[in-house]
């Protein structure tokens, strides 16, 4: 008679499973709750226990780690010797393992989660034997996903289960298990504060495949980090639209960090991953028009971001041009019905909390991975020094810190032209910040007159000071730190520039 041993905390389809098992002429072992279970089906089933002649002690946190049902698993039907000593030790072998673990993931995140439940949510005896299983898979099928269990029995009851079939599952069980260890790897860190431990461990949970990557001969999947709690595209519901793509998803990624900058009512549009307008104002129509006029020709087949219930006005303004998606927290009916017409148009809704606790950016290179804190500087972080002889006005103050908040966000070298509560002009990604700041201007225009500039990075030189003196910018915010920065200084004092020390930088490679 073949066996199978049930020990799973997920009853999700348990029973017909098992009456399957038991109908094909399994004998079936299980533990605790998951024997119960099949108990109340009116199944016959061994408890542990009567396989290993041992009682469970120490809470169960000891009971299926036994030599009976190890070595049931791990012994292998082509070698005569493993044979042998099975027969000599009275042990018999098992041939499907239908386990999950404890729900330690679900536990860590509740909000009044203690370290101790923590601890008793991390399982020992399941992991073991999903691998002791997966290592024996020539010999023995091992179910980790309830979603499986019914292509498995299907398989079992056409003849058996094929050999690629159970290497399959073997593969999954790997995956899964390392998925555990690395939840439980990730929360002992945490609990010890070692940001960058000796090994860096990270698991993510498929979202969805993707169409392509970047470009159409690219293949691409998107996953979410595991309980992660905060303003997240992984967390998104999407209400109207197209699947999103790979470039889609890291558009709106980036619009998003960007309008998380704002408490006030706030609009962004981004364009290949660099903010393109970003508005400011009493309300989201009014912030929403600002960003609009901040660059009418980049923000079309954009995405907009938006930190506020989106209304009927605002959606109905939306409308009117081309955009791939907008995001908000929420939308009202008046704008859902208004935006809905547009069957392509992405909305997704997303909750702009930002995460309590700081978190780590990740960057792939060929063979590594770069990791650090995500970029928080912010100017409440700092105290500001005005280093020319004229100080900035309260509105040229406020415009500073708009496009400080902005050019954070914006591809290095970059700088940013800002007024009356919105940008102007964006220059991005160039090799050299004068470069950026006579893109900015030109896109700026006459509008620039007046205007504020902020650099996400010191001025080697004046010549940049120089270019923004000639558009007529009256006010400047950068880092400072430069040993030339009193040329610069010394330029702002003879155009009548204000110009403001953050000495914080915020490169964006």
């Known amino acids: 008679m073949k066996r199978a041993l049930l020990s799973v905390s997920n009853k999700q389809g348990l029973s017909d499973f098992a ?11 299980s533990t605790g709750g998951t024997k119960r279970a099949i108990e109340e089906a009116g199944l016959p089933v061994l408890s542990i226990s009567e396989v290993t002649e041992f009682p469970e002690i120490m809470d169960g946190r000891v009971k299926t780690l036994h030599p009976s049902v190890h070595g049931g698993l791990l012994a292998k039907r082509s ?24 729900p330690f993931k679900e536990t860590i995140a509740k909000p009044d989660v203690t370290e101790a439940d923590a601890i008793e949510n991390v399982d020992i005896g399941g992991p073991t034997m999903l691998r002791s299983a997966a290592k024996s898979f020539e010999d023995v099928a091992v179910v980790v996903d309830p979603a499986d269990y019914s292509e498995v029995m299907n398989s ?30 990730e929360y002992f860190s945490e609990l010890t504060e070692e940001a960058y431990p000796e090994s860096y461990t990270v698991t993510y949970e498929k979202v969805q495949s993707l169409r392509y990557g970047e470009n159409p001969h690219q293949t691409a999947s998107f996953y979410k980090k595991a309980n992660y709690q905060g303003a997240s595209l992984a967390n998104a519901q999407q209400l109207n639209g197209k699947e999103l793509s790979y470039n889609n998803i890291q558009d709106a990624n980036a619009a998003l960090d960007v309008v998380l900058e704002f408490t006030g009512p706030a609009a962004v549009a981004v364009k290949h991953m660099n903010p393109c307008g970003v508005g400011t104002g009493e309300n989201l129509f009014e912030a929403y028009g600002k960003a609009y006029a901040g660059d009418p020709i980049s923000i079309f087949g954009g995405i907009v971001a938006l930190n506020r219930e989106v209304d009927g006005e605002t959606a109905a303004k939306l409308k009117e041009i081309f955009l791939e998606i907008v995001i908000a927290p929420s939308f009202s009916q008046e704008a859902l019905d208004i935006l809905t017409t547009k069957k392509n148009l992405r909305l997704l809704q997303v909750d702009m909390k930002k995460p309590e606790t700081q978190t780590h950016k990740l960057t792939s290179v060929s063979g590594g991975l770069l990791v650090q804190d995500t970029d928080e500087g912010s100017l409440e972080d700092v105290e500001l020094e005005i280093a020319t002889e004229r100080q900035p006005s309260e509105q040229e103050l406020k415009d500073l810190q708009l496009g400080w908040k902005v050019v954070k966000h914006v591809k290095s070298n970059a700088i940013v032209i800002a007024k009356s509560d919105h940008t102007l002009g964006i220059g991005a990604g160039q090799m050299n910040r004068v470069g950026a700041a006579k893109i900015s201007l030109e896109q700026a225009g006459e509008k620039a007159k007046g205007s504020i500039m902020a650099s996400d990075a010191f001025f080697p030189m004046p010549d940049t000071v120089e270019t923004a003196a000639e558009a007529g910018v009256t006010a400047i915010i950068q880092p400072g730190g430069s040993k030339r920065d009193q040329d610069s200084i010394d330029a702002c004092n003879k155009y009548g520039i204000a110009m403001v020390f953050t000495k914080m930088r915020h490169f964006k490679h």
């Open 19 to 29: 009456k399957g098992l038991v109908d094909l002429g399994y004998e079936l072992i």
């Open 156 to 185: 079992l009851q056409a003849g058996e289960l094929s050999f690629e079939a159970r290497k399959k599952l073997a593969a999954k069980v790997f995956r899964h298990t390392a998925n555990y260890d690395a939840m439980i790897a």
């Open 79 to 102: 070698s005569d010797e493993h044979m042998r000593q099975l027969d000599e030790l009275n042990i018999e072998t098992i041939d499907l393992v239908a386990v999950n673990l404890y």
